[in-house]
T-cell receptor, first 117, second 112 residues
Framework: AQKITQTQPGMFVQEKEAVTLDCTYDTSDQSYGLFWYKQPSSGEMIFLIYQGSYDEQNATEGRYSLNFQKARKSANLVISASQLGDSAMYFCAMREGQGMNTDKLIFGTGTRLQVFP | EAQVTQNPRYLITVTGKKLTVTCSQNMNHEYMSWYRQDPGLGLRQIYYSMNVEVTDKGDVPEGYKVSRKEKRNFPLILESPSPNQTSLYFC???????????FGPGTRLTVT
């Protein structure tokens, strides 16, 4: 069965520093996709980044990058140059397949990131 | 403006009183989903739909019903709500060829 594990309930980082949020996953599928979402205190869910299991390069979106280590089944989110506005809950998620035959998505329990000045 | 809307945003109800939470998107997205968010548990998918009249169970479908009669709408129905369905509910949609899901603003449901 699919599973997403986020072992860090909370993280602190100083402004302008980089931070890594951990995510490990478990699946028996060869084809899957990994996501990171941000949920600020206002409650909305914001898509950050996507990595397909067949993608050879790590995904990057601005200050966000996904450190994809397939053999270790990890998909850590790296935020460079943290900003106060990065303070939020971050969720890792996985979907099996390439997203055409299923839309079943599972989420981790989240990591609360707090950025301090 | 491209968006996913949910109504109501807040609802307090009593055990056993049927309710419907509506979800509508104006982006012509094929795929739509419902999630519930509970403290310490993250988001859990209730149902998803990959097109009109096509729905499938997520991880926690018990106690919920959905229907997809039109592409833009995906209502969530609680036939007989119970206190353990007190939660924050999110609807989301996406186009089939794009991985990103667009989330609605959430509906906070309290069942007493």
């Amino acid at each position: 069965a699919q599973k997403i594990t986020q072992t860090q309930p909370g993280m602190f980082v100083q402004e302008k520093e980089a931070v890594t949020l951990d995510c490990t996953y478990d699946t028996s599928d060869q084809s899957y996709g990994l996501f990171w979402y941000k949920q600020p205190s206002s409650g909305e869910m914001i898509f950050l980044i996507y990595q397909g299991s067949y993608d050879e390069q790590n995904a990057t979106e601005g200050r966000y990058s996904l450190n994809f280590q397939k053999a270790r089944k990890s998909a850590n989110l790296v935020i460079s140059a943290s900003q106060l506005g990065d303070s939020a809950m971050y969720f890792c998620a996985m979907r099996e397949g390439q997203g055409m035959n299923t839309d079943k998505l599972i989420f981790g329990t989240g990591t609360r990131l707090q950025v301090f000045p | 403006e491209a968006q996913v809307t949910q109504n109501p945003r807040y609802l307090i109800t009593v055990t056993g009183k049927k309710l419907t939470v509506t979800c509508s998107q104006n982006m012509n997205h094929e795929y739509m989903s419902w999630y519930r968010q509970d403290p310490g548990l993250g988001l859990r998918q209730i149902y998803y739909s990959m097109n009109v009249e096509v729905t499938d169970k997520g991880d926690v479908p018990e106690g919920y019903k959905v229907s997809r009669k039109e592409k833009r709408n995906f209502p969530l129905i609680l036939e007989s709500p119970s206190p353990n369905q007190t939660s924050l509910y999110f609807c989301a949609s996406r186009i089939s060829k794009v991985h990103e899901q667009y989330f609605g603003p959430g509906t906070r449901l309290t069942v007493t």
